[in-house]
């Protein structure tokens, strides 16, 4: 089921990228910095990984894919978003699912960086919508030359209602928990205002509406939502892309992303 592949993919063991890696850090539009971990392999093209909510370059899912990268001979680079990993103290500002605009400063910085590679972006759950903000051309300008999406929460509204149901409240309590300390943390350094009360019984959408959405420039959580869910622009990408979601996800619903299929620069993979 999907419940179970979804947790057994945290519990059982998984292999480790083991590389030397250079740490680099990514200045942003609004000077805030990401901290990249980057490795040059020989082949034309360089990877862009980019992690899910509350995860970082060391996530399970993140290590295996640029381990299979790797053997490729491909140029990997992994990127932590605002104040998560190693880049801890670095932004104060919420990184969320619709950072197109932080996806396309990083383009800028690989073009720069890796200037004779083809540059393909790869993000997982909240960083496959957010790069699909940037290819709808909602938030962000400098495009990758490809990119693939996995499981990305195009609908952001069904998806924070359907956390709230069932077995799925497993999944929201553990990102309430993990944000809440990624909070504590920020305040901790100094790097937002404090206080910001997040009830004890929250919700993701009551983290959304308390922190995400006033600290990233949105009305309301429903704002952040209308603003920045992209199912409905899918057939304004023109950058060759690759969706990759799985039917039996448990709080990301695949049906919104039928609409793609209509779209010829899309590869669209339901599994």
Not at 20 to 32: A, G, K, W
Not at 53 to 71: F, H
Not at 92 to 102: I, L
Not at 219 to 244: F, G, M, N, W
Request: proline content about 6%.
């Amino acid at each position: 089921s999907g419940h179970l592949q979804t947790i057994l993919g945290h519990l059982l063991p998984s292999p480790r990228w083991i590389k030397p890696l250079r740490r680099e850090l990514v200045r942003l539009r609004d000077h805030e910095q990401l901290l990249a971990l980057t490795r040059q392999g020989d082949s034309p093209f360089c990877f862009l990984l980019f992690h899910g909510l509350t995860g970082s370059s060391d996530s399970s899912y993140i290590q295996r894919t640029a381990l299979e990268l790797d053997q490729k001979g491909h140029t990997i680079a992994l990127i932590n978003h605002r104040g998560c990993g190693e880049g801890r103290g670095l932004a104060g500002r919420p990184y969320h699912s619709g950072r197109g605009d932080d996806i396309s400063d990083v383009v800028d910085w690989a073009r720069a960086s890796f200037s004779k590679k083809k540059i393909i972006v790869v993000g997982f759950s909240l960083s496959a919508n957010a790069i699909l903000t940037l290819l709808t051309g909602l938030r962000g300008e400098s495009l990758p030359d490809g990119a693939i999406a996995v499981n990305g929460p195009i609908d952001l509204l069904q998806s924070a209602e359907l956390l709230k149901k069932g077995v799925s409240r497993i999944y929201d309590y553990r990102f309430v928990q993990q944000c809440r300390s990624e909070i504590a943390d920020r305040i901790s350094r100094g790097l937002i205002p404090s206080p910001i009360l997040i009830p004890r019984s929250a919700h993701l959408q009551d983290v959304d509406e308390a922190f995400t959405a006033p600290l990233g420039g949105f009305k309301t959580a429903r704002d952040y939502y209308e603003q920045c869910s992209t199912a409905s622009h899918l057939k304004k990408i023109k950058t060759p892309t690759v969706l990759i979601m799985s039917k039996d996800d448990p709080f990301i619903p695949f049906e919104p992303y039928l609409e793609a299929s209509e779209n010829p620069n899309i590869h669209l993979r339901l599994e």
